[in-house]
């Protein structure tokens, strides 16, 4: 079943900014990571998903529901970081959590102790006073903490260090362990692989690849070929690098790095 579905939304701002004909699923139950370079569609296409802005053409549904006309539903169903984080700065973080709790009518019924504890976050002070990183707790705070079913995660680890990043990653892993449908855009290549089943690539507003980290990987595959003096020599090499040898010849496949995929639809190396 398909939890989160976008089918040909295009968004035109003019000189080739926007999205143009973007189609993926979620399917219920599924990790899916969306990567893209500032600029090239992740946002604007989330912002569909929350209904926050309208599609000049297509259609885009989360669990059955448009995503437009059915966007005060939605919004209290699912859990959702913003990319760009705005707060009500006059409050404290408690407070803040507070008023969420209260909109989303779940009162006691509520992970927030659970989850300040795991990212060591006390939320009494200003949040005007916060530090990114504080901010970006507090936002993650405040998307999980009615124990949503669906998660929309815009660059969710913008600002935390790379503990706190490492303890997101394990949020997400128990959150996928328990059926939880994940959309999450990120920079952070090791949280998508280590999270996410498929991945879109999106590029300058159009879909570049949709398909399993798997299947990217075998696509993108590097063979070697290396020739060796002796056989004993050929052997050995072919033993040590996992190769397959043809007499003194050697051919090793590598595998390339999410990162290195990703690269690949930019035009360019990652060290480039």
Not at 18 to 27: L, Q, T
Not at 105 to 130: C, D, V, Y
Not at 137 to 162: Q, R
Not at 168 to 195: C, D, N, P, W, Y
Request: glycine share 10%; with cysteine.
């Amino acid at each position: 079943m398909n939890t989160i579905k976008l089918e040909n939304v295009t968004r035109d701002y003019g000189g080739g900014k926007g999205i143009f004909d973007v189609s993926f699923h979620v399917n219920q139950g599924e990790a899916f990571g969306f990567l893209g370079p500032n600029g090239a569609g992740k946002t604007t296409t989330i912002r569909h998903l929350m209904g926050f802005l309208k599609s000049k053409s297509g259609h885009c549904t989360i669990d059955g529901l448009d995503c437009w006309k059915d966007r005060d539903k939605i919004q209290q169903r699912l859990g959702y970081i913003t990319g760009e984080i705005s707060f009500f700065d006059d409050m404290t973080g408690t407070d803040f959590l507070r008023f969420l709790a209260s909109y989303r009518g779940i009162g006691a019924k509520t992970r927030q102790k659970e989850l300040l504890e795991r990212f060591e976050l006390n939320p009494k002070g200003k949040i005007k006073k916060m530090s990114k990183g504080m901010k970006q707790k507090i936002a993650i705070v405040a998307a999980f903490m009615h124990d949503p079913e669906i998660l929309i995660l815009d660059e969710p680890t913008s600002g935390l260090d790379p503990l706190m990043q490492n303890r997101f990653i394990e949020l997400l892993e128990e959150e996928k362990a328990q059926g939880k449908t994940i959309l999450i855009s990120s920079h952070m290549f090791e949280e998508v692989e280590r999270t996410c089943h498929r991945v879109g690539i999106i590029r300058e507003g159009k879909l570049a690849a949709v398909d399993s980290v798997e299947a990217l990987r075998k696509r993108h595959v590097r063979p070697y070929t290396v020739t060796l003096d002796t056989q004993d020599e050929a052997e050995s090499f072919a033993k040590d690098f996992g190769g397959v040898r043809d007499g003194l010849t050697v051919t090793v496949t590598t595998k390339q790095s999410l990162e290195e995929i990703f690269m690949h639809y930019y035009g360019g190396e990652k060290n480039d």
